[in-house]
């Protein structure tokens, strides 16, 4: 196995907790509201329009209410506090630093939009000046896992796949990486991503945080 000289982080649910519902309940969404919006928008692929980075904000607003137009105040209201939902994990910057420490460069592969940047840039993303490189989906107009956006990671930060790790929460984006070349694994945990690495021998100083 070729050794691992690059670890790659998605960012919701790896570096950063993305937890909209607590968003939504504040901003007065009943519990068939919600239902409602994960089914219409999250699961139909009208939020996906938001990582792509092809539409501004009033046109996305717009989109959403469309489908929902008796949730307009709540949706636009949630749109409005959207970085609420993002909050960086207490391990995050001292995994980074201990990777770097181990010599590993450092990426991260994300599906994120614009707005959702702006407003957590300098909270929820503070670790980025950490990292030797980043590849947010709004800024190339691509999403995972189209295999266009493994393709411009490789080639933007000149990465050989296989001495590239990529870990991700979502099983689709995995496959799609390891279909492109890129050593990949679902991140179930931090503990649990801390042992596969150690499977592709990336050995790096690490005493294991809380369940």
């Known amino acids: ?3 691992i000289s690059n ?3 998605d960012v919701g649910n790896v570096l ?3 937890d909209p519902y607590k968003v939504m309940r504040k901003c007065g969404m009943t519990a068939g509201d919600i239902d409602e919006f994960e089914e219409k928008i999250f699961k139909s692929g009208v939020w996906d329009k938001s990582d792509e980075g092809i539409m501004t904000k009033e046109e996305f607003v717009a989109s959403m209410v469309a489908v929902i137009p008796r949730l307009e105040k709540e949706i636009t209201e949630f749109f409005e506090n959207i970085g609420d939902a993002l ?4 391990y995050t910057k001292k995994l980074i630093e201990a990777c770097k ?3 590993y460069k450092v990426y991260i592969l994300s599906n994120y939009s614009d707005w959702a940047y702006e407003q957590s840039k ?3 993303l503070s670790f980025l000046p950490m990292l030797d490189g980043e590849l947010f989906s709004y800024r190339c107009k691509l999403i995972k896992p189209d295999d266009r956006i493994y393709e411009e990671l490789l080639k933007e930060f000149n990465l050989n796949g296989a001495e590239t790790i990529f870990m991700d929460d979502r099983e689709d984006n995995v496959e799609a990486a390891r279909k492109n070349g890129i050593n990949a694994f679902v991140f179930k945990g931090i503990n649990e991503a801390i042992k596969e ?3 592709y ?3 790096i100083e690490w005493t294991e945080e809380e369940k």
């Open 1 to 3: 196995m070729t050794e």
């Open 197 to 199: 690495l150690a499977g």
């Open 87 to 90: 909050s960086q994990f207490d």
């Open 122 to 124: 300098d909270d929820a």
């Open 7 to 9: 670890i790659v982080f």
């Open 101 to 103: 420490a181990s010599g």
């Open 201 to 203: 021998g990336v050995k």
């Open 16 to 18: 950063v907790e993305w």
